[in-house]
């Protein structure tokens, strides 16, 4: 069976959360519209038809009832299987579950019991995240990732999980883009806790790992027949010829898109893909045409994605396309960015890639972290005013999509 469905995380849509992130959240909005308006924004931003926050507002920054997914978890399946979908990617909020070190909620254990039979009794196969970037204030204030412990923390609480939800689920991402948090949490300074420092880099992304290689063992000792896999994020390295950017276009390569995987192979049953950035290499990075972007400026270009899949053939596992998607606030872009990531998603497939399932990223407009609400990537519209939902006519395009590709 292909998997056919959209992606969500916790922080992101849930609401209500309090965390490392909605910590800093708070802390740094004020400094995030200071900097907001030294850009220029085109006025469909800064006047957001749907309603809710723009870029040079500071509620814009702070997460706070993001799309009360929580509570509306059940109409938004609801949605999600009358577009066709198949399968759901969701995460578990690791600052729920364990809000103080060692001490568990069973309250909201039961909660994600109750999201996981919403998404079984619509037919829906539930693609769980254990991580994606959030992390409980107690974690935090003792050295998060790089806290030497954290692959042990990180284990415990797998553990939980998988004995409180093994006999629902059958697909475990323990960890969402490791290299990305690593690189923006740890070395560029731009999400908490914004250090500088490529030995922070190196212990995030070390300790991510182990924590990978220890919640793989720790599912399987429970589920034996659990597939467990990681989402990372590869980007398209694209070199303009010639022995120095043949050189830059491996290292990057090297250091982004296979360290992680080459550091926790064989513990890992699939790949998650993350695709969203195409990279060429002429004398210096990002040397792109940027004929199409999206609404963030993110270039748009869908044929990287068939050469990060055949990158991925060495290592000879089922790929499943975890998250890809497009900030497209007027709707007119997504439709065409599906439909022809899809065609090259099936050349990949033609010459024996073994992708099994593509998540669109996200079902619901959401919080886009550090740049907040007003990127639009949802199937579904959210006014962030009334909280209501909108099918956009793209997610219709994608369910036709769907049914003419269900076998994929």
């Not at 299987?81 to 579950?97: C, M, Q, V």
Request: a positive charge; charged letters at 25%.
């Amino acid at each position: 069976m292909f998997f056919w469905g959209a992606a969500t995380s916790s922080h992101q849509v849930e609401g209500g959360n309090y965390n490392d992130w909605s910590e800093w959240e708070i802390k740094s909005a004020k400094i995030k519209v200071q900097n907001a308006k030294l850009q220029k924004w085109p006025e469909f931003i800064l006047n957001p038809p749907a309603g809710g926050p723009n870029p040079l507002q500071e509620e814009n920054y702070i997460s706070g009832k993001a799309a009360e997914h929580y509570r509306r978890f059940h109409e938004d399946f609801d949605i999600a299987k009358s577009l066709g979908h198949n399968a759901h990617r969701f995460s578990i909020e690791w600052s729920r579950i364990e809000p103080e070190q060692g001490t568990f909620d069973e309250e909201e254990i039961k909660h994600y019991r109750n999201v996981v039979e919403a998404l079984r009794k619509r037919g829906l196969e539930p693609f769980v995240s254990l991580w994606h970037f959030t992390l409980p204030l107690w974690l935090r204030k003792i050295g998060g990732t790089e806290n030497k412990e954290f692959p042990s923390y990180f284990q415990r609480y797998a553990e939980k999980i998988t004995a409180a939800l093994k006999d629902k689920i059958r697909f475990w991402i323990t960890l969402n883009e490791p290299e990305i948090y690593s690189l923006n949490a740890c070395f560029r300074g731009r999400w908490p806790p914004q250090k500088k420092s490529i030995f922070s880099f190196y212990k995030s992304l070390r300790n991510l790992a182990a924590a990978h290689q220890n919640a793989y063992e720790a599912i399987k000792t429970i589920l034996p027949k659990a597939e467990v896999g990681a989402a990372v994020n590869l980007s398209y390295f694209e070199s303009s010829g010639g022995l120095i950017n043949d050189f830059f276009k491996n290292a990057a390569e090297g250091l982004m898109n296979f360290h992680f995987l080459n550091s926790v192979c064989p513990k890992i049953d699939f790949i998650g893909l993350n695709y969203y950035f195409h990279n060429r290499i002429d004398w210096g990075f990002n040397k792109n045409a940027n004929k199409w972007l999206s609404d963030m400026e993110w270039e748009i270009y869908p044929e990287g994605i068939y050469h990060v899949l055949t990158s991925l053939k060495k290592y000879k596992l089922p790929i499943y396309i975890t998250e890809n998607g497009v900030a497209d606030s007027r709707d007119i872009l997504r439709q065409k960015f599906i439909q022809e990531h899809i065609i090259w998603i099936k050349k990949a497939i033609k010459e024996g890639i073994n992708v099994r399932g593509y998540f669109y990223w996200s079902l619901l407009d959401n919080f886009e972290w550090d740049k907040g609400f007003w990127p639009r990537f949802g199937l579904v519209e959210v006014n962030y005013k009334t909280l209501k939902r909108k099918i956009r006519p793209s997610a219709l395009a994608y369910k036709k999509i769907i049914e003419g590709n269900r076998a994929l």
